[in-house]
């Protein structure tokens, strides 16, 4: 069991000073492009060497670590690091045919600079990692931050997904077919019966403990699997929520991870029938990318705390009264599944 | 909470391809290290790397590998996994069992197919066939994918200490019932990428490293593969045990991006609270496997926190001058170094070192022994200040 206190997050929409869910930006070349808070909690000179999910990243870490007692755990998953700074380096090493190189970019693309900017921020010596298995990167964050719970129930735990869309992710991935090819909108995304989806990044961050008082919401459970027969993930499903729900409780919502992929529909059929309540969607909004499974559980963060769900989210079933249990369901690519049950 | 036993391994680096090549060599104080073949750079010839001898294209016909998409990094893991897994006489049921987790850790992944990742992210050619297989979640996701595992798969990146990590979550995935068996180790190949980026840090040695040694002036880069089995007691009852692993602890150094603070707070609190989860004492470590890259920084640094730490500093070397730093790879592969240890009760030399560090005044060992060994710890401290220690105890 892990209590959410207090939650971030910076997307292709308005959720990170005013929220608001209501008015989207729009898809732009089939991206939805992060959009930047300032922040002057970091020196421009320091931020200007960052890549963008370096920036994110920290932005949205240090909107919620500042004044809280000390982390015992910075706990970050992301499938890619600082991708633009990679290919910056490789694109050095090729033009410059290996000579004399900038170390700069290499540095910042290492994978775990994000964890450990937002350590050296934080002046945090404590427990400091990144999960980067692609499409669960951010479930075995929450999985370590459950078992790190577990081990210290009173510890205080940072828990974070990042990814950014860097020009060079985006044409591998495009290239091996996780974007349309036709451009479309937020609002059409789901209707286009072609492969792919549209592309996004972002960063969620949430401060953890195993302290129920005056928590925000309730992680009660998380599984991972890696298959990708959809008979697979309905029997699991259904063993997840029989074994988790009490007797006689129902799912008040279905957040799903539908990408309007069609070759991926099956898995969000199939658990959509399963989950048989009002279902969910939230993709038109951050795009698709292998840690966007940290921003549905920001969205579930901030359904419960105010009661309230974004008609434009709401693709089947009417929005309850009162939203006490969520069931959270992402694939990636249709080869990483997890299942995520939120409460109030 | 339950006792994690090791009971498999699997190796291979420029020492060998399996546990009993590489303990040969490491008693034999023999180097890997030597001028690049395989990788086409121009700093082939003008630096050395502990670079295996077995082309990419023989690694794939070796373990049948010959799907499209699998990189070098894939066919160094995919080699130690299978001797680990043969090795713990796990049945493919045991594999495919939800109960059975795998945890992996790279730094490379597919980068080391660093023209190609060249050529797909600038759309220069039609599409490779390596697309889905850059990441680092591209090698664990296809080990997953040969042997089916079951359980939780996961990769952790933590620069050099990613597969210390990688062990450290798959033994608390056994203690916290996630798993009642876990694969974990790491894995890179040497990679265009890499070498470039250590080389603009002007921290790559251009001859062998020298561990622990005043005039040491660099790290070599290295490659390579190993993992290991660790199993709760109660499922391995009737089996062949090697060592227990005892503690474990993650830190960070929170000073720099790519140097250690002259105190050495993060390798310090390491190692510390490596002995607090174990509840031992720090006199009773009988040795300790260095992280011990040969820069400047990290030996100095290590030494000094070592001077914290034990009153009298026990017996400790560095294999980074036998196979170079493997980056992954070199916490799994320290850790089958450690349980040879305590295996065979023996110690290996640390090449290279000539003079005690002025300022430190430690001394290596510099032959091979016997010794009776009841615990090892073994470090591994990396960039963005990730320091972590494992602690293996003989049973």
Redesign the interface.
Same mark, same amino acid.
């Given at each position: 069991m892990l209590y959410i206190h207090s939650t971030s997050c910076i997307s292709a929409q308005h959720t990170f000073d005013d929220v608001n869910l209501v008015v989207l930006n729009p898809v732009e070349e089939n991206k939805l492009l992060a959009v930047e808070p300032n922040s002057n909690q970091i020196p421009n000179a320091v931020l200007r060497r960052m890549g963008k999910a370096v920036r994110m990243g920290i932005k949205a870490a240090l909107s919620i670590v500042n004044n809280q007692s000390e982390l015992k755990g =910075?706990i970050i998953g992301t499938?890619?690091?600082g991708m633009e700074d990679?290919?910056k380096?490789?694109?050095? =090493? =090729?033009v410059y045919?290996?000579g004399?190189?900038?170390?700069t970019n290499?540095?910042q693309? *290492?994978?775990?600079?994000i964890?450990?900017?937002i350590?050296?921020f *934080?002046?945090?010596?404590?427990?400091? =990692? /990144?999960?980067?298995?692609?499409?669960?990167?951010f479930e075995?964050a929450v999985?370590?931050a459950?078992?790190l719970i577990?081990?210290h129930p009173l510890d205080n735990y940072l828990l974070g997904g990042v990814d950014e869309i860097s *020009?060079?992710?985006y044409?591998?991935?495009l290239?091996?077919g996780l974007y349309k090819n036709e451009e479309v909108k937020n609002n059409n995304l789901y209707e286009i019966e072609t492969a792919g989806s549209v592309a996004g990044e972002g960063a969620a961050m949430f401060l953890v403990n195993g302290k129920k008082q005056n928590s925000l919401a309730t992680l009660r459970a998380i599984q /991972?699997i890696?298959a990708t027969d959809e008979k697979i993930i309905a029997s699991n499903l259904k063993d997840f929520l029989a074994s988790h729900l009490a007797d006689g409780e129902k799912l008040d919502l279905f957040l799903s991870g539908e990408n309007g992929d069609c070759r991926l529909n099956k898995y969000t059929k199939i658990t959509e029938k399963i989950a048989d309540t009002t279902t969910l969607r939230y993709k038109h909004l951050t795009g698709e990318f292998?840690t966007a499974s940290a921003l549905s559980l920001w969205f579930a963060c901030n359904f419960i705390e105010n009661k309230k769900v974004p008609n434009n989210m709401v693709k089947t079933g009417s929005i309850p009264t009162e939203i006490n249990t969520m069931l959270i369901y992402n694939n990636y690519?249709g080869?990483?599944h997890s299942f995520m049950l939120v409460n109030r | 909470m339950a006792r994690i036993f090791i009971t498999g391994i699997g190796i291979i680096t420029s020492l060998g391809e399996s546990p009993d090549e590489n303990r040969i060599a490491l008693k034999q104080g023999k180097c890997g290290i030597t001028d690049l073949e395989l990788v086409q750079t121009r700093y082939a010839g003008k630096i050395p790397f502990g670079e295996i001898k077995i082309e990419t294209e023989t690694l794939k016909n070796q373990l049948k590998a010959t799907e499209s998409g699998v990189t070098r990094t894939s066919l160094l893991a995919l080699h130690a996994l299978e001797q680990a897994i043969n090795d713990a006489k796990l049945s493919a049921r045991e594999i495919s069992s939800s109960e059975t987790a795998f945890i992996n850790a790279t730094t490379v992944g597919g980068m080391c197919l660093t023209d190609e990742l060249y050529k797909d992210s600038n759309k220069l050619s039609i599409k490779s066939s390596y697309l889905s297989s850059y990441d680092f979640g591209s090698v664990a996701i296809y080990l997953q994918q040969r042997y089916q595992i079951g359980g939780i798969v996961n990769t952790i990146n933590t620069a050099c200490s990613s597969s210390a990590n990688a062990i450290m979550y798959g033994a608390r995935l056994i203690k916290n019932g996630y798993a009642k068996r876990v694969i974990v180790g790491g894995t890179d190949s040497i990679a265009k990428f890499t070498l470039n980026g250590f080389n603009s840090l002007m921290i790559l040695s251009p001859e062998t490293c020298k561990p622990f040694d005043n005039n040491r002036n660099g790290l070599n880069l290295g490659e390579g593969a190993a993992y290991l089995v660790l199993e709760a007691e109660e499922t391995c009852k009737s089996k062949k045990i090697y060592a227990e692993l005892t503690g474990f602890a993650n830190t960070n150094d929170a000073f720099h991006p790519s140097s250690l603070s002259s105190e050495g707070d993060g390798p310090f609190l390491a190692m510390k609270n490596t002995l607090d989860v174990a509840k031992l004492s720090p006199h009773k470590v009988d040795f300790i496997n260095a992280h011990g890259t040969g820069t400047e920084n990290n030996d100095e640094v290590e030494s000094r926190a070592m001077l914290r730490l034990f009153k009298e500093v026990p017996s400790f070397a560095s294999t980074k001058s036998n196979i170079g730093h493997t980056l992954g790879a070199s916490g799994a592969i320290e850790a089958v170094y450690s349980v040879l240890n305590i295996m065979h009760q023996e110690i290996y030399p640390n090449l290279g070192f000539e003079n005690p560090i002025e300022s430190t005044k430690l001394v290596p060992v510099l032959s091979y022994s016997k010794k009776e060994i009841s615990h090892v710890l073994s470090n591994s401290f990396g960039f963005g200040g990730n320091c972590s220690s494992l602690l293996f105890s003989k049973i």
């Open positions: =910075i499938a890619n690091g990679c290919i380096f490789l694109n050095q =090493i =090729i045919d290996e004399t190189l900038t170390p290499f540095v693309s *290492t994978a775990n600079n964890a450990s900017q350590g050296l *934080t002046a945090n010596k404590n427990y400091n =990692i /990144t999960h980067v298995h692609r499409g669960l990167a075995n999985i370590d459950m078992m577990k081990e *020009t060079y992710n044409n591998i991935s290239l091996d /991972t890696h292998p690519n080869i990483q | -």
